[in-house]
């Protein structure tokens, strides 16, 4: 099993930043991929960025060049670093690993992200 929590969602206005975190626990060697997906009602999941184990990286196109994932295998934390936000990225922001043979996918709660205009 693989738990993850989130932490670092808040409020804040167009252009500014926020840095989300991504703590796991359990079987963190079995991770494969850890990705941060966001969801605003009425609307499906989207992944944002994602990150593998060999630290390849993929994004979103609405958030290249604005958002950066990384990783500290140290602490076994996933980050999401938003700059130059905008009010169209409003959404509960959510943490996702896919571990063991691959088959296996854990969420966190979600950590909500307002951004004013």
């Known amino acids: 099993q693989v738990q993850l929590v989130e932490s670092g969602g808040g409020l804040v206005q167009a252009g500014g930043s926020l840095r989300l975190s991504c703590a796991a626990s359990?079987?963190?060697?079995?991770?494969?991929?850890m990705g941060w997906y966001r969801q605003v009602p009425g609307k499906q999941r989207e992944l944002v960025a994602g990150i593998t184990s060999g630290v390849s990286t993929n994004y979103a196109d609405s958030v290249k060049g604005r958002f950066t994932i990384s990783r500290d295998n140290a602490k076994n934390t996933v980050y999401l670093q938003m700059n130059k936000l905008k009010p169209d990225d409003t959404a509960v922001y959510y943490c996702?690993?896919?571990w063991g043979d691959g088959r296996w996918s854990s969420w966190g709660r979600g950590t909500q992200v307002t951004v004013s205009s």
């Open positions: 359990g079987s963190i060697f079995s991770i494969k991929h």
């Open positions: 996702n690993a896919i």
